[in-house]
């Protein structure tokens, strides 16, 4: 009898690679730590237990999906195949051609709802969509801050590392203000990961910013702005942190 073939650089061809590497035990940290219980930000998703670098190196041998392949993939149930999912489109969108890219990232903003955890955002909407709209009108990053969807409202803020490596912040100090009370820990996170950045480029800027709201920012995003300042300057922005929360 025939044994059946798997196409290579296919949506079931790279699942099975993904499955053929699979830890459960490393599966199981992985449900604890991405918050995948009952009423947390990832309730019911399921992990196979790989390592990003693993996973990395699946996507790149992979590189050449078809997008309609890649549309399957990323609507796995699997968070490593929706990672890797979006490995591919990252490792496509650096050779694409601007047409391609317009593609890429339409394709990217349309499949959003299985963008669904703070890894699957961080590890790629800089390269995709930070990237795209680098001399492009911004105006949909402020509609994905507006949305109240979270992950749409952390790819607006984090995509803005793209501009920050050129030494642009005003889109990242405008979005940081428009959601500067968010409700949700992770945005207080990626705000103050994403001023940090600022400040690593220009700390006159992030002072100056920090200056006019550090009373009103949740302490999270504060802390993790700060962290490269002299002990002496770290200690002033918390205290009038907490002259203002008394």
């Known amino acids: 009898c025939r044994i059946a073939r798997i196409t290579p650089m296919t949506a079931t061809f790279i699942l099975q690679e993904l499955l053929s590497v699979a830890n459960p035990e490393k599966a199981s940290f992985l449900q604890r730590f991405f918050k995948t219980g009952e009423g947390q930000y990832a309730e019911g998703d399921l992990f196979l237990g790989l390592v990003v670098p693993l996973t990395r190196s699946?996507?790149?041998a992979n590189k050449n999906t078809p997008l309609s392949e890649i549309e399957l993939l990323i609507q796995s149930k699997y968070h490593e195949a929706r990672l890797c999912a979006l490995l591919i489109l990252v490792e496509q969108f650096k050779k694409a051609t601007e047409l391609q890219k317009d593609v890429l990232y339409d394709f990217y903003l349309n499949h959003i709802d299985y963008i669904n955890n703070w890894d699957l955002v961080?590890?790629?909407c800089p390269y995709i969509v930070g990237n795209y709209l680098l001399d492009k009108d911004r105006s949909h990053l402020y509609e994905l801050a507006e949305s109240k969807h979270l992950w749409s409202q952390r790819i607006a803020?984090?995509?803005t590392i793209a501009f920050i490596r050129?030494?642009?912040f005003l889109d990242?100090?405008?979005l940081a203000g428009k959601l500067l009370n968010h409700e949700h820990d992770l945005m207080h996170k990626?705000?103050?990961w994403m001023l940090r950045?600022?400040?690593k480029k220009d700390r006159a800027a992030l002072t100056d910013f920090l200056e006019r709201?550090?009373?009103l920012m949740p302490r999270t995003s504060l802390r993790y702005a700060i962290e490269h300042y002299p002990e002496a300057e770290r200690k002033a922005f918390l205290s009038v942190k907490q002259i203002k929360n008394k």
């Open 172 to 174: 990242t100090f405008a």
């Open 197 to 199: 950045e600022v400040g």
């Open 58 to 60: 699946i996507a790149k």
């Open 122 to 124: 961080d590890i790629s």
């Open 157 to 159: 803020v984090v995509s």
């Open 190 to 192: 990626a705000i103050g």
């Open 213 to 215: 709201n550090a009373s």
């Open 166 to 168: 050129k030494g642009e």
